[in-house]
C-alpha cells in the first residue's frame, strides 16, 4: 500500500466554518492531488500540486484553498463550508507527471457540513 | 473537456461467472487507469494502460486498451464475491501533471 494519511477520516461541521484536511504521505512523490467524490458525480479534481508551493486548480476548485508547504503534507482548506462541500475527500499522489505514472489514492474523508 | 462513459451503471452476476465493463471516450486516451472501490474505502489501483492494443492481466481481471485508444475494457474471469465492489476508469487530462479525469464507475455484484 502507498503510504497515504488522510487525516481527519471523519468529520461534522457546522456550515460557514472553517475546515482543513490533511494529506500526508511517506513516498516523497512530488504530485499530490485532492478529489471529492459524490454520487452522479464521480472523481472530481479539486486542486493539485507538482512541487513545495506549487498548486493549481482543477475541475471544482471554488471554495477550496490548498497549501503545501512540505513534499510530504497536501493541506486542503474549506474557508466557509457549506453544505453542498459534504462529500468524500480524497488525496492522491503521483511520482511523475507524465502519462503511465501510477496514481495511488488514500483511504478519504468523510465531511459532513450541516 | 473528455468525459468517458462506463457501461454498464451497475451489474448483478452469479459466482462464477464472467463479466466485462467498458469504459469509452470521445477522444483518445492517454493513460487509462482501472480502480477499484469498495464501500466507505479507497481507490485500489488495478492496472494502467498506455498504448493501443495492449492488455494487461492481474490474477482473474484482464484490461484492454482497444487499437484508437478510445474504448477500454475490463474482464473478469470466474467471478467471485471478493470482486464487488465499484470499478471506476480514470483517463489522464494530459496536462502535465497527470491529473485524471473519472467515469461514474460501475456497481458489481456477485451473488454467492
Known amino acids: 500500500d502507498a503510504g497515504i494519511t488522510q487525516s481527519p477520516r471523519h468529520k461534522v461541521t457546522e456550515t460557514g466554518t472553517p475546515v482543513t484536511l490533511r494529506c500526508h504521505q511517506t513516498e516523497n512523490h512530488r504530485y499530490m492531488y485532492w478529489y471529492r467524490q459524490d454520487p452522479g458525480h464521480g472523481l472530481r479534481l479539486i486542486h493539485y500540486?507538482?512541487?513545495?508551493?506549487?498548486?493549481d486548480k482543477g475541475e471544482v476548485s471554488d471554495g477550496y484553498s490548498v497549501s503545501r508547504s512540505k513534499t510530504e503534507d497536501f493541506l486542503l482548506t474549506l474557508e466557509s463550508a457549506t453544505s453542498s462541500q459534504t462529500s468524500v475527500y480524497f488525496c492522491?499522489?503521483?511520482?511523475?507527471?507524465?502519462?503511465?505514472?501510477?496514481?495511488?489514492f488514500g483511504e478519504g474523508s468523510w465531511l459532513t457540513v450541516v | 473537456s473528455q468525459e468517458l462513459e462506463q457501461s454498464p451503471q451497475s451489474l448483478i452476476v452469479q459466482e462464477g461467472k464472467n463479466l466485462t465493463i467498458n469504459c469509452t471516450s470521445s477522444k483518445t486516451l492517454y493513460g487509462l487507469y482501472w480502480y477499484k472501490q469498495k464501500y466507505g474505502e479507497g481507490l485500489i489501483f488495478l492496472m494502467m494502460l498506455q498504448k493501443g492494443g495492449e492488455e494487461k492481466s492481474h490474477e482473474k481481471i484482464t484490461a484492454k486498451l482497444d487499437e484508437k485508444k478510445q474504448q477500454s475494457s475490463l474482464h473478469i474471469t470466474a467471478s467471485q464475491p471478493s470482486h464487488a465492489g465499484i470499478y471506476l476508469c480514470?483517463?489522464?487530462?494530459?496536462?502535465?501533471?497527470?491529473?485524471?479525469?473519472f467515469g461514474t464507475g460501475t456497481r458489481l455484484t456477485v451473488i454467492p
Open positions: 480514470g483517463a489522464d487530462e494530459q496536462t502535465g501533471a497527470n491529473n485524471l479525469f
Open positions: 500540486s507538482y512541487g513545495v508551493k506549487d498548486t
Open positions: 492522491a499522489i503521483s511520482g511523475l507527471g507524465s502519462s503511465g505514472n501510477t496514481i495511488y
